[in-house]
């Protein structure tokens, strides 16, 4: 492979085209009719919207994931391709759609997600290309690709570490099941391992953010972080117990929040940063992606980030 087959991030799982409504009223009632703003066909999906976010904050990333063989695989294609990512992984999947959700907002409430699984419940750990990435491995999605073996990830995290890359992985848990023995064998060999509450909870059982990352560090994983929404994160890891507050900033979408917290983590994690400086840097990336709908449409630049930073701070308490 030539030096341009190599990536500083490989981003890896699930890809999405979502269908996003503006914020509306309420919620309609059977049979009536309600109007938005706008409905948009936006890219989505962990490994899309985290190599995105990387790419406008100016890093050099590489997306992997499965699509179908319906009109909507070209359409994610295509606006990967308009987004600048260096490097793309698409496999096409015949026989079966690519990922979709809808995603309607109504005003003064959290999202409703409709999804349907599609290509992403072929993907599998062999998809995962991690000779091409340099520095990161990321994985987002896990826990909703149903064929991704969790002792055949487990063995590839462990071949990343060995290569001396950095493991990231994100979970997105489709409502109750049993999620801890998927988790058992990959988390040993996962170094950043971000679950938000609610997916916490569900894995866990547990109520308590602290709890949460108390038990995920116990299975093995170096650093946890829990995001809470507009709550905070709480922070596990090297550095101890860490919690922050958020960056106050006009809330529009939440959609792809979470993934953009993962980009600004992870752009901080290949430029070297303490899990503190990491940790204001995702903040940061998350709070500007809330500032519009979509996924990835409002999400700071390289040069946006540093100025933002510079006039703001992010509270931090250390436990």
């Known amino acids: 492979m030539t030096e341009s087959s190599y990536h500083d991030v490989v981003c890896a799982g699930i890809l999405v085209a979502d269908h996003v409504s503006t914020p509306i009223d309420h919620m309609p009632a059977s049979g009536e009719l309600i109007l938005a703003d706008r409905l948009a066909l936006t890219m989505g999906g962990c490994a899309a919207n985290v190599a995105v976010n990387l790419t406008k904050l100016g890093a050099d990333a590489m997306v992997s994931g499965r699509v179908g063989d319906d009109l909507f695989a070209g359409v994610l294609e295509r606006m990967i391709r308009d987004a600048g990512v260096a490097g793309t992984n698409l496999i096409a999947t015949s026989g079966i759609d690519t990922s979709q959700t809808l995603i309607v907002n109504v005003k003064g409430e959290d999202r409703r997600f409709i999804h349907t699984f599609g290509a992403n419940s072929r993907y599998i750990a062999a998809d995962i290309p991690i000779a091409r990435t340099k520095k990161v491995l990321y994985l987002g999605g896990y826990l909703l690709m ?71 560090r116990h299975m093995g994983a170096k650093t946890v972080l829990i995001t809470m929404g507009d709550r905070g994160t709480l922070l596990l890891g090297q550095e101890g117990h860490l919690e922050a507050d958020t960056f106050k900033i006009e809330y529009v979408d939440g959609t792809g929040g979470g993934d953009a917290f993962a980009a600004g983590y992870i752009f901080g994690i290949i430029g070297g940063k303490s899990e503190r400086e990491c940790l204001i840097l995702g903040s940061a990336v998350g709070a500007s992606c809330v500032r519009a709908i979509g996924t990835t449409t409002g999400v700071f630049s390289g040069t946006e980030l540093r100025d933002f930073l510079s006039k703001n701070t992010l509270t931090i308490r250390q436990h």
């Open 146 to 216: 149903g064929a991704l073996d969790p002792l055949e990830t487990a063995e590839l995290f462990a071949e990343a570490q060995k290569k001396g890359l950095k493991t990231v992985l994100d979970v997105v848990t489709p409502g109750p099941a049993e999620y801890l023995e998927k988790l058992k064998p990959v988390l040993p060999f996962t170094d950043v391992f971000m679950p938000n509450d609610h997916e916490a909870g569900l894995i866990t059982g547990l109520s308590s953010p602290l709890e949460q990352a108390i038990l995920f």
